[in-house]
């Protein structure tokens, strides 16, 4: 039997979930394709290794989906400050949520708990239909519709198929999209441990000759420590018994990260720049992940997934008000301009970090400690920089159709 559809989104990830959430709410019918249910939430379970930093315009969009009083009903760390230093040099700059008048600067928030969020807040939308545990298995891809097949044996017959299908998209594949892209030479090596501090307010990160580490705060005495190193390195780390691996931990990082009790969990990512050659090809659209993935230096990969969120729902609405067709590539490139210069942007400024913090001699040590310092002492170089991190300048802004959901 065949399904018909406004729009299908295949992924309900963070990314898939959203867009299907801000659609329904603006009056189009959604199914979306799901393969995994994400584990229900209980107080006592243990935190989960994946969390992301979510800006305050991913706030406001997570909000217009209907999700965010989940999100914090459940677990969300806020953070005020945010303070990144060069260990070998003399560049630290810190920034403070009030620079902006901002009581935050963002959350730290488990992927997971993103998702069932916009999971809880879809169930109650009777214009999203959700299909899980089922996969895409074929596209066919005609002038007046898409139609797919799923793994569960039914039909869905659409205007519009979004991929948000995450890294390896098989959306993007069967589109014959290519994508441009390459590993780092490092791997993010991620542990949750338990600490002698409580609960902190701060985000901080510090460059370091063998790579970058990080602390990301999460409930109670916890934080998530982020250390960029090798592929080798990472494989020994992985390697050590707990015990060693805590010492390791205690020896390496800054002694801002105070004592660890305890560590909770520990594993490693592997690091991809991708860019989708296209975002758009007739009746067919790539948003999230399945368009552009990032290295997460800056904590930017699935906020860059909600403003395609936006932007992409922003084009839906406004073509559906001038009576056009949502499946026409014109409409759908359009979107692509609203983001893909922003995403090409944004994986840049990562990779100029990248380099400009990776191990070397000469000028460069000089010249990112003289960068860092030049933010910390220029007040409005520093507020556009947190600005445009939080979200605050740039996204904000353009999502006033979304806002109007809520
Ligand atoms: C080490 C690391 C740290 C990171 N930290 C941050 C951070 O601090 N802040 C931040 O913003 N981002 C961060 N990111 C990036 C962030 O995790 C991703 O950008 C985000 O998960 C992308 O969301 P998505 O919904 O596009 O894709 P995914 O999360 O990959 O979701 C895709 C969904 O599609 C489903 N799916 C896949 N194929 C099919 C199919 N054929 N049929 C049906 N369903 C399918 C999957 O089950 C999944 O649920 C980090 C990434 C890494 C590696």
Redesign the pocket.
Known sequence: MTQHTDILI???????MALACVLAKAGFDVHV????LPTPFAPEQALDL????VSLASENLLDAAGAWGQVLAMRATPFRRMRVWDAVGFGDTRFDSRDIGEPFLGYIVE?RLLQLALWRAAESLVDVHLHCPA??EALEISSAHVRARLSDGQTVQARLVVG????RS?VRELANIGVTSWDYDVE?L?ATVKTHAPQQDITWQRFTPSGPQALLPLPGHHASLVWYQSPDEVARLLALDETDFLAELLRTFPRELGSIEALQGRGS?K?TRRHAQVYAKPRLVLA???AH?IN?LA?????L?FMDVAALAETLIDARTRNQDIGALHILQSYERKRRGENLLMQSGMDVLHHLFKPSRGALPMLRSAALALAQNLPPLKRMLTRRATGREGDLPRMAQIGRLK
């Open positions: 295949i992924g309900g990830g963070m990314v898939g394709v799901e393969e995994k994946r969390v992301s930093a992927n996969h895409l948000a299908d995450g890294a098989r993010a991620v990512f690091l999230g992940d399945a993935t997460p904590g930017q990969g699935v906020n997934g």
